[in-house]
Every structure is written in structure tokens, then in C-alpha cells.
């Protein structure tokens, strides 16, 4: 029987970490019928909106498609093939998008790192919320541009598939063992670093 809870799938850790936090993973399974009430998407971009950022600088956009309009069409369009056979089960999909350079034409730093954190945030409420988010570069940021008319000073850097955990089985072959697989980190000795760096 293949895993497809979030207990199933939850991170090994030295010290208990919160639920959210320890279940979280990013399954490919997505249930097409799942439901995301309206709520819980303004309560993930809430959480995004909401994140830490250089100097409050807040360079963080959403393009945001619910399965079934134009918006979701389009992301899903831009999307690798290999994401695309089964992001389209997600229930929304959302282009990531930094700004690069302010309004007054001065570029910016850290947007990507404000970015990934704002999505972070997205993420981990989604996952309170009982959802789960799938997050891909494999997309075409060009097509993104064309499709929405995004200005150059704006940069889509990542999708997120936002959904209701579906059935692995339901998943096309060459996927489907990838969702069971052992979920594994670095040791965390690996990771920090005390004194000298060696
Ligand atoms: C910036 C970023 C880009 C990613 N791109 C893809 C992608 O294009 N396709 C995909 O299947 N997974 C993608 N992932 C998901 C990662 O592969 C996944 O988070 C990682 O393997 C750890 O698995 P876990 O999230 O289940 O713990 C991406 C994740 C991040 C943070």
C-alpha cells in the first residue's frame, strides 16, 4: 500500500518539531475533485503577505489560478511536462513572482530570498489548513510573461501546486514510485557550522 497520509510521509527529527512543520512534504498526488475553500487560499496569501522582507520591502506577487479558469490554464501551460502530468489535478496553481526592480528603477536584493520565504509561509499555513503545496522551477517563465503581461522588472521564479492529497495510485507510472520514496535530509552536523567552519 503505498503512503499517502501526511503521518506516513513525516520527517524523522532529533527533537519533536510542530505538526505543520514535521508533516509537511510535497506530494504529486492531488485530489482533482479537492476542494480549497476561499478562505484557506486568502489564508495562505495572508501568510505570505505577512513574511519578513528586506527592509519591508515586500517584492513578493501572485498569479493566482483556481482549476477550471483561464488563470490556472495558463500556469499549468508553462508548466514542464514532467510537472505538468500532474500539477493539473492540483485545485490552484500560483506563479511566484519577484520584483527585481523598484518602481523607481533601482534593483533589487534579496527579492529571491523574500520570496521563498513568503512562500515558505504559504506553504506551512496551507499545510495547517490540512492542504498540501508542491513547489516547481520547471516552468516557463516566458510563457508566464506572455500569458499575463508581466513587466520585465518582475521575474517568475517558481510555481506552487496547492491541493487536497490525492491517491498515489492515480498517478501516471513513471511518477508514482517517487511518492513513496523515503523522504531523506543531510545530517543536521552536516548543516552547522561552530568556531571555524571545518
Ligand atoms: C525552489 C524549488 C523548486 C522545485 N522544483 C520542483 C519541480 O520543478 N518539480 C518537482 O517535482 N518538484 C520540485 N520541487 C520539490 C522538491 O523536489 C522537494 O521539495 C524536495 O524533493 C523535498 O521533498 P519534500 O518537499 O517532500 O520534503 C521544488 C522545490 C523547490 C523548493
Do not use: C
Not at 138 to 155: D, K, N
Request: hydrophobic share 40%; no cysteine.
Amino acid at each position: 500500500m503505498l503512503p499517502t497520509t501526511a503521518t506516513d510521509r513525516r520527517a524523522e527529527t532529533s527533537v519533536p518539531l510542530v505538526d505543520v512543520l514535521a508533516e509537511r512534504w510535497s506530494p504529486r498526488a492531488f485530489d482533482p475533485d479537492g476542494v480549497v475553500s476561499d478562505e484557506q487560499l486568502t489564508a495562505a496569501l495572508e501568510a505570505a503577505r505577512w513574511t519578513p522582507s528586506l527592509a519591508n520591502g515586500q517584492p513578493s506577487r501572485f498569479v493566482v489560478g483556481r482549476r477550471g479558469d483561464d488563470t490556472f490554464a495558463a500556469i499549468l501551460d508553462s508548466l514542464a511536462p514532467g510537472n505538468a502530468e500532474w500539477a493539473h489535478s492540483a485545485t490552484v496553481l500560483v506563479a511566484n513572482v519577484a520584483e527585481v526592480t523598484d518602481e523607481n528603477g533601482a534593483p533589487r536584493t534579496r527579492h529571491e530570498y523574500d520570496l521563498g520565504q513568503a512562500v515558505a509561509h504559504f506553504t506551512v499555513q496551507a499545510h495547517a489548513d490540512g492542504l498540501h503545496v508542491h513547489q516547481m522551477a520547471g516552468f516557463s517563465a516566458e510563457a508566464l510573461r506572455e500569458s499575463f503581461g508581466i513587466p520585465a522588472r518582475f521575474e517568475p521564479l517558481t510555481v506552487s501546486a496547492l491541493g487536497v492529497l490525492g491517491e498515489a495510485d492515480t498517478l501516471p507510472e513513471r511518477v508514482r514510485a517517487r511518492e513513496s520514496a523515503p523522504r531523506s535530509r543531510k545530517p543536521l552536523g552536516d548543516l552547522v557550522h561552530r568556531g571555524t567552519w571545518n
